[in-house]
């Protein structure tokens, strides 16, 4: 019997997570609705794992998972303090990855915990990083991007040879390159890639964000103004520098 | 071929209209059989600026309803050969207009007419995108100051995406007409500059129409301003036509008028 219905294989996912430090639901509902608002394409197509760095009721942690889906978020898994918590985390479809590693050399290493992936993952082999020839292309746009316009480069680097205007909005999984005057928004490693980066001819931009961090108008002003420049993140904070 | 232009802009009093107006008279000038249409259903200027809203009887409307024939509705023009207007209602809403109306109309006017001008209501909804819907070219008018050229900026990107033709992969030629432009303003940076307005939009610029009182005279008269050959806005008017008839022509009035020799040595202003 070849007809196999289905296969398993190992993955890695580079998702959002999101630290809770002290749970008063309404602060926190008010807390999460400014972040989303400020980077909603950013935060509603993004995974979420709930990493608990308190402990939670039962009660408090259904209120957190309902509103984290109230705005468009996905929670998938949850971490850290679970202890009392599997039966709610269980009803609610989520994943306890508590013992799970969470740099990708670690994701290959057989976890503790018998889940699937964990199984698949012992079972497969290892598998060699992608080579040049499996990169998804880079999504190459031509036209300027105008303003109440979006793109984006799902899997990719995304390369602008135009320019990027005021209220319009430009998000790649990986990289982002612009060719012209970046005026609107740019947001790379949107998936929580936190090598990616922002390239651009003349930088005048209203935000820039990698990996969900995030910078707006006016810090940008303070560097590179209308130069060419290149934004990424080292240890949690994002770099402007100039390019030559 | 029939061309079909759509004279647009995001933001409402900019000048599309009087720039409808006016371009439309000079193409028929230059000897192309045109016609302008208004799309702005409800408010209904063109007629006014053309001098010839006593003439009006069917309008846009009754042709897509099949109410009255094109024949009926197309008002010729007394004062220009070549020139003919198909006017707006003004009892109707915007809701009137309907693609497959539009099309038909337009498909019919083809068959007539070199140039079919289009004037857009103001917006960037319903009533904006149907009248650049089956554009092939678009003169966008931008007025050099910050919302406006914001409000261009956003039309544009609904030109190359929603579009009939961008829809088919293609692309709309785009012009940049500048008007109520007042070099003196943009000396004193109240203004932008042309430089300024041509950097951010990027597309190439068809012509530059200065602030002018001629204007508001040519449509209290009902007289479109490129007929006052006088007038610097006419003048503009009319190397913007010849621009967009293919003549390569210089950009005048994008300096301030110098003061004379004796208003200057008295002081005057
Ligand atoms: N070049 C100009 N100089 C002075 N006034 C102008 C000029 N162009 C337009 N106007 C005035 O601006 C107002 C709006 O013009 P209109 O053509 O009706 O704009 P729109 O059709 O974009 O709403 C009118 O009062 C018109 O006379
Ligand atoms: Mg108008």
Same mark, same amino acid.
């Given at each position: 019997?070849?007809?196999?219905?289905?296969?398993?294989?190992?993955?890695?996912?580079?998702?959002?997570?999101?630290?809770?430090?002290?749970?008063?639901?309404?602060?926190?509902?008010?807390?999460?609705?400014?972040?989303?608002?400020?980077?909603?394409?950013?935060?509603?197509?993004?995974?979420?794992?709930?990493?608990?760095?308190?402990?939670?009721?039962?009660?408090?942690?259904?209120?957190?998972?309902?509103?984290?889906?109230?705005?468009?978020?996905?929670?998938?898994?949850?971490?850290?303090?679970?202890?009392?918590?599997?039966?709610?985390?269980?009803?609610?479809?989520?994943?306890?990855?508590?013992?799970?590693?969470?740099?990708?050399?670690?994701?290959?290493?057989?976890?503790?915990?018998?889940?699937?992936?964990?199984? !698949?993952? +012992?079972?497969?082999?290892?598998? @060699?990083?992608?080579? $040049?020839?499996?990169?998804? %292309? *880079?999504?190459?746009?031509?036209?300027?991007?105008?303003?109440?316009?979006?793109?984006?480069?799902?899997?990719?680097?995304?390369?602008?040879?135009?320019?990027?205007?005021?209220?319009?909005?430009?998000?790649?999984?990986?990289?982002?390159?612009?060719?012209?005057?970046?005026?609107?928004?740019?947001?790379?490693?949107?998936?929580?890639?936190?090598?990616?980066?922002?390239?651009?001819?003349?930088?005048?931009?209203?935000?820039?964000?990698? !990996?969900? +961090?995030?910078?707006?108008?006016? @810090?940008?002003?303070? $560097?590179?103004?209308?130069? %060419? *420049?290149?934004?990424?993140?080292?240890?949690?904070?994002?770099?402007?520098?100039?390019?030559? | 071929?029939?061309?079909?232009?759509?004279?647009?802009?995001?933001?409402?009093?900019?000048?599309?209209?009087?720039?409808?107006?006016?371009?439309?008279?000079?193409?028929?000038?230059?000897?192309?059989?045109?016609?302008?249409?208004?799309?702005?259903?409800?408010?209904?200027?063109?007629?006014?600026?053309?001098?010839?809203?006593?003439?009006?009887?069917?309008?846009?409307?009754?042709?897509?309803?099949?109410?009255?024939?094109?024949?009926?509705?197309?008002?010729?023009?007394?004062?220009?050969?070549?020139?003919?207007?198909?006017?707006?209602?003004?009892?109707?809403?915007?809701?009137?207009?309907?693609?497959?109306?539009?099309?038909?109309?337009?498909?019919?006017?083809?068959?007539?007419?070199?140039?079919?001008?289009?004037?857009?209501?103001?917006?960037?909804?319903?009533?904006?995108?149907?009248?650049?819907?089956?554009?092939?070219?678009?003169?966008?008018?931008?007025?050099?100051?910050?919302?406006?050229?914001?409000?261009?900026?956003?039309?544009?990107?609904?030109?190359?995406?929603?579009?009939?033709?961008?829809?088919?992969?293609?692309?709309?030629?785009?012009?940049?007409?500048?008007?109520?432009?007042?070099?003196?303003?943009?000396?004193?940076?109240?203004?932008?500059?042309?430089?300024?307005?041509?950097?951010?939009?990027?597309?190439?610029?068809?012509?530059?129409?200065?602030?002018?009182?001629?204007?508001?005279?040519?449509?209290?008269?009902?007289?479109?301003?490129?007929?006052?050959?006088?007038?610097?806005?006419?003048?503009?008017?009319?190397?913007?036509?010849?621009?967009?008839?293919?003549?390569?022509?210089?950009?005048?009035?994008?300096?301030?008028?110098?003061?004379?020799?004796?208003?200057?040595?008295?002081?005057?202003?």
């Amino acid at each position: 019997m070849t007809d196999t219905c289905f296969r398993m294989k190992g993955t890695t996912l580079t998702s959002i997570v999101l630290e809770v430090i002290g749970f008063e639901p309404d602060k926190f509902e008010s807390q999460l609705a400014d972040k989303v608002a400020s980077a909603p394409q950013f935060f509603t197509r993004s995974s979420l794992i709930l990493h608990l760095a308190t402990g939670l009721s039962a009660t408090e942690f259904e209120l957190l998972v309902a509103l984290c889906r109230k705005f468009n978020l996905q929670p998938m898994a949850v971490r850290g303090e679970t202890e009392g918590l599997k039966n709610t985390i269980n009803d609610l479809g989520l994943a306890d990855v508590s013992q799970s590693k969470f740099t990708e050399s670690t994701l290959k290493s057989p976890s503790s915990s018998e889940t699937e992936e964990a199984v !698949a993952a +012992q079972k497969t082999p290892v598998s @060699k990083p992608p080579s $040049a020839a499996q990169l998804k %292309p *880079a999504k190459v746009v031509s036209r300027p991007v105008r303003s109440g316009q979006q793109v984006y480069a799902e899997g990719s680097d995304l390369v602008i040879t135009a320019a990027v205007s005021e209220g319009a909005e430009v998000l790649a999984d990986g990289n982002i390159h612009i060719y012209g005057t970046l005026r609107g928004r740019a947001l790379a490693g949107v998936k929580g890639n936190a090598q990616a980066r922002v390239f651009c001819q003349s930088l005048d931009a209203e935000l820039v964000s990698i !990996a969900g +961090q995030f910078i707006m108008h006016d @810090k940008v002003k303070a $560097a590179c103004w209308k130069q %060419p *420049a290149q934004i990424y993140l080292e240890e949690d904070t994002l770099r402007i520098e100039p390019i030559a | 071929m029939a061309k079909i232009i759509v004279v647009t802009s995001g933001k409402g009093g900019v000048g599309k209209t009087t720039s409808s107006a006016a371009i439309s008279t000079g193409l028929a000038l230059s000897g192309h059989k045109t016609v302008v249409i208004d799309f702005d259903v409800g408010l209904r200027n063109l007629d006014l600026i053309m001098g010839c809203e006593r003439r009006v009887v069917y309008d846009f409307v009754n042709v897509i309803n099949k109410e009255a024939s094109l024949t009926q509705a197309l008002i010729k023009d007394k004062r220009t050969k070549n020139l003919f207007i198909l006017p707006a209602s003004q009892t109707r809403d915007k809701d009137a207009l309907t693609i497959d109306g539009v099309q038909a109309v337009l498909d019919e006017l083809k068959k007539e007419f070199e140039f079919i001008i289009c004037d857009s209501p103001a917006g960037i909804e319903q009533g904006a995108q149907m009248a650049l819907y089956f554009a092939d070219e678009a003169i966008v008018v931008t007025n050099p100051e910050v919302s406006s050229v914001r409000d261009s900026d956003r039309i544009l990107g609904i030109l190359q995406s929603k579009s009939m033709r961008a829809e088919q992969g293609k692309s709309v030629k785009e012009h940049l007409l500048l008007t109520r432009y007042n070099p003196t303003r943009v000396e004193s940076a109240e203004m932008l500059s042309v430089a300024d307005v041509e950097e951010i939009l990027a597309i190439p610029l068809l012509g530059v129409i200065p602030e002018s009182e001629s204007v508001l005279k040519a449509s209290n008269q009902g007289q479109p301003v490129i007929l006052d050959e006088e007038a610097n806005a006419g003048q503009a008017y009319a190397d913007a036509v010849k621009r967009l008839l293919g003549e390569t022509v210089e950009h005048r009035f994008l300096e301030a008028e110098k003061k004379g020799f004796f208003q200057r040595l008295l002081g005057g202003k």
